[in-house]
């Protein structure tokens, strides 16, 4: 992997849950002269709550320079709901492959706490950019 770029991070900080995101282009899958560009991303995730936390569900707005939005919603992450600790971090990596040279992905993450009751941490807005000599 290759173009990890902090300048195209984010960082949020919402009820208690820290979310940092740092994206990179994958340039061993992608193919930009067919416009296929694979992006991963990795996510850190902080309960910096005084109780643990369990991650529920994901919800994406990902949108490209070309106009092209989508909604990506599912259980968990990576197959997994996470249960965090106080103090601790839950940290994974995934992709999202996206036709146009940039784009950008913002979301939120459903939690339960340790009493059944749900509240959402928000995913900043990350950038997904085609290094400028990627094709």
Known sequence: ????????????????????V????????????LGQHLFAYTIT???ERAAPIRLQERRWLIADSEGVQRIVKGTGVVGMTPRIEPGRSFEYTSSVPI???????????????E????????????YLVVPEDAG
């Not at 990890?4 to 940092?20: K, P």
């Not at 740092?22 to 002269?33: D, G, I, L, Q």
């Not at 009493?115 to 990350?126: C, D, H, K, Q, S």
């Open 99 to 113: 036709e146009a040279p940039w784009g950008t992905m913002e979301g939120a993450y459903t939690f339960e706490d």
């Open 115 to 126: 009493v059944g009751l749900t509240f959402e941490a928000e995913v900043g807005r990350f």
């Open 45 to 47: 995730i902080t309960n």
């Open 22 to 33: 740092v994206p990179s282009y994958v340039r061993e899958e992608s193919k930009p002269e």
């Open 1 to 20: 992997m290759t173009g990890c770029a902090t300048q195209h991070s984010s960082e949020r900080f919402t009820h208690g849950v820290r979310v940092r």
